[in-house]
């Protein structure tokens, strides 16, 4: 694996992200089983995961194409700027190679080939070729980056070949913005910043947009000071806002009431 330079907290939590993100998984596998749906029948395949952090994705996405036999061997690349999320990558991904077809399935067909690539890089700018996968999907990752990005993205897609993309969006974190005003939370963009860039590949490539739709995903809290333990263990939770004075904080963490981490995600499939 490539060293490069991370973002500390990304380093630091890896360890604690996949229990502290149940979200993210519920996501993973809402967007594994839009991929599965609109599979080509493509054989043998080249997938990117964009931003791919632990492998939740993978994993989902991966793990029903085993089950349903529908590949013959799949090239796998993990891109994040986090080496240690990848090295979890990898181990999941060694999961996955470790699982006879047999196991999985009950069709006769040879086992899946797997071969995978842990990539350390900044999802701006890959070190792919070109149109070289058949399949670039990433779940809770570009609202990190602006909509640019989404160029970087089609440039290594195969003429029809599959974007697949779950972004979180303005609307996100509704409850604890309602509730705590003054707390200071990612900001993410609108929707409608995103669907611009997705048209403008569309347009430049003549793609077709499969699916498109928003969808609110939640998960409840016993209170303030446990939702925000929890996003410290995603590794995620900064801001660059001002900080909240100390008064205020105080005040909001005395509320003992239950509390709702929501977000927003934008679903988009794009066949170019």
């Given at each position: 694996m490539m060293s490069c330079t991370v973002t500390p907290v990304f380093e630091q939590f890896a360890n604690s992200y996949d229990a502290a993100t149940p979200i993210q998984s519920q996501v993973a596998e809402h967007l594994a089983q839009l991929i599965v749906r609109y599979h080509t029948g493509v054989t043998d395949i080249c997938v990117v995961d964009v931003g791919c952090g632990t492998g939740k994705l993978t994993q989902a996405v991966m793990s029903k194409f085993l089950q349903n036999a529908?590949?013959?061997?799949?090239?796998?690349?993990?891109?994040?700027t986090a080496a240690s999320m990848l090295?979890?990558?990898?181990?999941?991904?060694a999961h996955l190679l470790s699982m006879p077809l047999s196991s999985t399935s009950s069709s006769p067909t040879s086992p899946m080939t797997l071969h995978s690539q842990a990539l350390c890089a900044n999802m701006a700018d890959m070190a792919l070729a070109n149109q070289s996968a058949d399949l670039v999907m990433s779940s809770f990752a570009l609202h990190w980056t602006s909509p640019s990005v989404i160029a970087e993205l089609g440039r290594i897609v195969k003429t029809k070949g599959q974007l697949?993309?779950?972004?979180?969006?303005?609307?996100?974190?509704h409850e604890v913005r309602q509730r705590f005003p003054k707390l200071p939370v990612f900001d993410f963009l609108p929707?409608?910043?995103w669907l611009a860039a997705i048209e403008t590949l569309q347009q430049q490539r003549q793609g077709t947009l499969m699916?498109?739709?928003?969808?609110?995903?939640?998960?409840?809290?016993?209170?303030?000071?446990?939702?925000?333990?929890?996003?410290?263990?995603?590794g995620g939770a900064v801001s660059g806002k001002d900080s909240i004075d100390t008064a205020t904080f105080r005040r909001y963490l005395q509320d003992q009431s239950p509390i709702g981490l929501d977000y927003q995600l934008l679903m988009i499939g794009l066949q170019l």
């Open positions: 529908a590949l013959a061997s799949a090239q796998l690349y993990g891109v994040d090295a979890i990558w990898q181990q999941r991904v697949h993309l779950a972004i979180p969006v303005a609307g996100s974190f929707s409608h910043a699916y498109q739709a928003e969808q609110s995903f939640a998960v409840s809290y016993d209170n303030l000071k446990s939702l925000l333990k929890n996003l410290k263990q995603m």
